[in-house]
């Protein structure tokens, strides 16, 4: 359709909003528009029963409206059940801002955006993800004191990164436990896609560990840097699917285990910090089962940032964050170890759990 408004039998095909795929049971979209500071944005709220929609704010350069609608949807969603899955009294919500943070951040947008935020109440707690950092978590705050991620001077939880970071080391011993009877990394050939702010503390685990490990990224200088840094070697081959490893680590960006790589890949499990790794999570989750690839899910393994930015509405220090995150170690195991019980694969053992416990709350709240 153009600019056109539909009628009639092409408004009921069309369903534009509650009937997209990805729309799947938001409970609120706020579409946030201001002219004078370029700021769109869209903030989506998928799930409130366990407390308030607690995510970060992502600003990309979409290639249209409908990517970065898309892209919140999907986060959103995967905010609900890391929460849950993590046992954390916070609901699921993300936000997206439309535009290259590179060229088009300013600290108007961000006030802006903050004010947005403050319009909803505290129904959604924003805090920083790709394209932001704590100073602008620090700048949203100066709005609303709905923002977590801030500075430490400021009395927030800092960087969330290297606590993701150490979450999925945790979840990756605890998938080559489960597949390879040992948690040591020891001499594993682990392949790290994605040196950024997770990824290259990653790397610094893994090589402090004894493991033999091969890093990717876009960002050559990057590659050298942390190569050097860290004595990893850097992929030289055409197609990174194919590496011959033990372990692949996503921590780059989501849907690289799709129709085009997932029979290429070598690796035995797959454990790594990116948020929606799976392109469809029903036919590449069971498809990496029958492909005997044990997935670590990502939204249990790369819980602790929301566990660091908790912490800011709990009110807990760093030595209980690093506690909470060192859990994700054996959730990781009690969660394989109940897909294997059950016959379903990993991803769907965690949205199983995780859902049991939404359902549980909202059965307890409707009591009260
Ligand atoms: P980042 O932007 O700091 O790092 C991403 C890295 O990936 C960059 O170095 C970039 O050059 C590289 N990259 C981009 N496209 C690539 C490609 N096609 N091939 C190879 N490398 C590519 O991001 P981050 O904060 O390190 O987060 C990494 C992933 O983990 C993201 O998917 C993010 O959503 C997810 N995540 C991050 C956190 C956190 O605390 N930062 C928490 C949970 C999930």
């Not at 990756?172 to 436990?177: F, I, Y």
């Not at 050939?189 to 790397?203: D, F, K, S």
Request: overall charge negative; glycine content about 10%.
């Amino acid at each position: 359709m153009d600019a056109t408004f539909a009628t009639g039998k092409d408004l009921q095909k069309m369903d534009p909003v509650f009937g997209q795929l990805s729309f799947n049971d938001h409970e609120q979209i706020v579409f946030c528009n201001d002219k004078d500071t370029g700021l769109k944005a869209i903030i989506g709220i998928h799930n409130s029963v366990m407390g308030p929609a607690l995510g970060g704010t992502r600003m990309f350069d979409y290639a249209n409206e409908w990517e970065a609608l898309n892209d919140v949807l999907r986060l959103s969603r995967g905010m609900t059940y890391k929460a849950a899955i993590t046992g954390l009294n916070i609901g699921g919500g993300k936000a997206v801002i439309i535009g290259d943070a590179k060229t088009k951040k300013t600290p108007e947008l961000m006030r802006k955006f903050g004010e947005f935020v403050h319009g909803l109440s505290g129904r959604y707690i924003t805090a920083e993800d790709v394209g932001m950092e704590t100073k602008d978590m620090d700048i949203v705050r100066d709005v609303t004191p709905y923002v977590t991620g801030i500075s430490e001077e400021r009395g927030g939880s800092g960087n969330p990164s290297p606590v993701t970071a150490y979450g999925v080391y945790m979840g990756m011993k605890a998938a080559a436990k489960h597949k390879f009877g040992s948690d040591s990394l020891a001499g594993k050939r682990i392949l790290v896609q994605g040196i950024g702010h997770v990824g290259e503390t990653l790397v610094e685990y893994l090589t402090k560990e004894g493991a033999v490990v091969i890093i990717a990224d876009i960002n050559e200088e990057k590659l050298y840097e942390v190569g050097n840094k860290y004595g990893a070697a850097i992929y030289t081959g055409a197609d990174l699917y194919t590496a011959d490893v033990d372990i692949y680590a996503p921590c780059a960006m989501g849907a690289t285990i799709n129709d085009a790589t997932i029979d290429k890949i070598k690796a035995k499990v797959i454990a790594g910090a990116a948020n929606n790794q799976l392109a469809n999570e029903d036919i590449h989750g069971a498809r990496l089962q029958e492909r005997g690839i044990l997935y670590a899910p990502d939204f249990l393994i790369n819980a602790g940032g929301i566990i660091n930015v908790y912490a800011e509405l709990e009110h807990y220090g760093k030595a209980e964050i690093m506690t909470k995150t060192e859990n994700i170690y054996n959730t990781t195991l009690e969660i394989l170890d109940y897909a294997v019980a059950n016959n379903i694969t990993t991803h769907h053992a965690a949205l199983k759990i995780a859902q049991d416990r939404i359902d549980q709350r909202k059965l307890e709240n409707s009591r009260k």
